[in-house]
């Protein structure tokens, strides 16, 4: 569904990563992974076209999703950024009510039985019946784990086909992590899911393929890509078989 080729981002004149080639089958989830500055936010940043808000910054090669060419200037970011949703590392639900989290991007594009829709999201991420009796009161007021989950929520409730998200449980605490982490292995089959993360067991857990970015000369590149029990119990690379196992990373 997402095929990538040949991808690297440039700020300025230093480049990120490069050489990137990388498919993602439909309905799968895919684990990136790889020490600090290797590139993964940036790789992630051109799949859903966040690359071009950062002033300087430069994609080139390919990314397709479903045949459609990413990164073609003219493409509708509007249009686009509804069929790829994207989860950060710290919640950030808007200073609305926990209702309009989800209805106000919902009107926004267009949407119709929205009541209905923004209790779908909230089931959909385990939240209904831990709010349905405060729907009103200001979504900053939830704990992080459950802004975590509205933020999923709010970004299925547009019915993306792809769901990126990046280290969506690092700022979370050990619970609240095994429940929207759940929550993320449950998009398993319905979404096309690429999920950065620093937590190998969490990638073992949850992703269909693993990634493993790592970094040569300043610059970040794709070190092995695999089906994920291959790449932790057989890797290909010292790199990998080095990061996996913790002796290096
Ligand atoms: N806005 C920016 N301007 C300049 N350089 C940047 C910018 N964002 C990232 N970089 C650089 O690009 C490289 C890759 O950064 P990126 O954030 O993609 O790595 P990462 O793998 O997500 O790291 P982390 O695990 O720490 O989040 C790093 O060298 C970083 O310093
Ligand atoms: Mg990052």
């Given at each position: 569904m997402i095929a990538v080729a040949d991808l690297a981002v440039h700020y300025r004149d230093k480049?990120?990563?490069?050489g990137v080639n990388l498919s993602v089958p439909r309905g799968t989830v895919t684990a990136l992974v790889g020490p600090?500055?290797?590139g993964k936010s940036s790789f992630l940043s051109c799949l859903n076209r966040l690359v071009d808000m950062v002033p300087g910054a430069r994609a080139s090669g390919r990314v397709e999703l479903d045949g459609c060419d990413?990164?073609?200037?003219?493409?509708?970011l509007v249009a686009h950024r509804r069929r790829v949703g994207m989860i950060f590392q710290k919640p950030n639900p808007f200073p609305l009510s926990i209702r309009e989290n989800i209805a106000f991007p919902l009107r926004e594009h267009g949407a119709r039985d929205v009541g209905e829709r923004v209790e779908a999201a909230l089931r959909a991420v385990g939240l209904w019946t831990e709010v349905n009796d405060r729907?009103?009161?200001?979504?900053?007021?939830?704990s992080g784990g459950q802004q975590q989950r509205l933020c999923i929520a709010r970004a299925l409730a547009l019915e993306p086909s792809v769901v990126l998200l990046d280290e969506?449980?690092?700022?979370?605490d050990p619970i609240a992590s095994g429940v929207v982490e759940d929550h993320v292995a449950s998009l398993r089959g319905r979404y096309t899911v690429v999920i950065v993360t620093h937590n190998l067991a969490q990638a073992r857990r949850i992703a269909d393929h693993t990634a493993v970015f790592w970094v040569r000369g300043g610059v970040g590149y794709l070190a092995e890509h695999g089906a994920t029990p291959q790449v932790f119990?057989?890797?290909?690379?010292d790199v990998a078989a080095a990061y996996v196992s913790g002796s290096r990373g």
């Open positions: 480049c990120a990563f490069s600090s500055g290797c990413v990164l073609d200037p003219r493409l509708d729907l009103d009161r200001p979504a900053l007021g939830l969506p449980c690092s700022a979370l119990g057989s890797p290909r690379t």
